[in-house]
């Protein structure tokens, strides 16, 4: 267990927003984790889990508390049956495309479109991650998770951590910050997926003539789409998609979108990235945030200054859409600090 002090949320995100954390704790074992949260409360400070913050924004006035920064690491068969389907688990501090990676080396189909989304195995449940037509929710079985109120580790199986669109028992209620989550188990199968696959995808497919769909094939096609359009959190400061889709739930509300010329999929989904394209937003800078002129929905960190700085391009592009559309964006990821 590693402990320092006095560490800028901007070095731990991927946004590289942020001021000081008091403390800052790596954990490598599951015995690292009760420890961590005893020095946490032997000094009275409250507690934030990060996997690689690529989904955590940093204010400025930092954080006076500790956060304990999750490496536990380790993967492999959970269990194996004779009718192709398998169960994998990681633990939780590996890196999700490394765990995506693993799966389709072996052969096997279910997360494969995952491929690339950046962060810890860890944090996918949290905000049940989705890309390309996938999303945990489809596979995970269940997961080991330390629970701060009992003081003990539990299982928590997928019927009961109220996974949605970008929602999860992980990310609201009563229960945020009551589980460090330790290791992840999956349900896959051995075989191809089934064409169509998500609009961009089967067009790469498409253009690029392939016809067989094997996990690592497809896992491929997703790195490449991906490549081909999101910044890389290693070279350029973002969180991926700042704002979340808007979900309509009555037929007058889709009616009402539609005669307006706006798209509405799956039944009720608007993409936000469209409403901000489409409010003539793509490639602006404000306040030193770079709205990505490949994929609308992701805001680039250029030169803001601070959080305020994102604090004020924020509202203007909220307040661009609501004018143009009538709809007000939320934003996707989560905030730490003052
Ligand atoms: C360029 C880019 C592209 C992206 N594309 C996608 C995408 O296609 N789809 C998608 O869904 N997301 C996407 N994201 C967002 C991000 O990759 C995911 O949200 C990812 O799951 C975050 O993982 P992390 O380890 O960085 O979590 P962090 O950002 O460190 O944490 C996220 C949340 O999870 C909690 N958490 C983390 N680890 C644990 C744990 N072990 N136990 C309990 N709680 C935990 C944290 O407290 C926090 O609330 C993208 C981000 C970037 C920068």
Known sequence: MKIRENVNISTLTTMRLGGAA??????ETEDDVPEAYTFASERRLPVYVLGCGSNIIG??????GVIIVNKIMGMGIYSEEEDGRIELYANSGELLDDFVKYSTDLGFSGIEALSAVPGTVGAAPVQNVGAYGQDISQTIISVR?????LEEFVEILKTDMELSYRHSIFNSGKTVGRYF???VVVGLRRGELKPPFYNSLQRYLD?????EYSPDTIRKAVRAVRESKLPDPAEIASSGSFFKNVY???DEEIKAAEAKGIPVWDGGKIPAGWL????GLKGMVFHGMRVCDKASLVLIN???RDYADLDAARKEIIERVREKFGYTLEQEPMELGE
């Open 276 to 279: 901000i394209e489409n409010a």
């Open 22 to 27: 008091r403390y800052v704790i790596e954990v």
């Open 181 to 183: 989550i330790t290791k």
């Open 145 to 149: 998770a330390y629970d701060v109120l």
């Open 207 to 211: 253009e690029n003539d392939i016809h």
């Open 302 to 304: 250029e030169s803001a």
């Open 59 to 64: 204010r400025d006035k930092g954080f006076n």
């Open 248 to 250: 309509l739930t009555t």
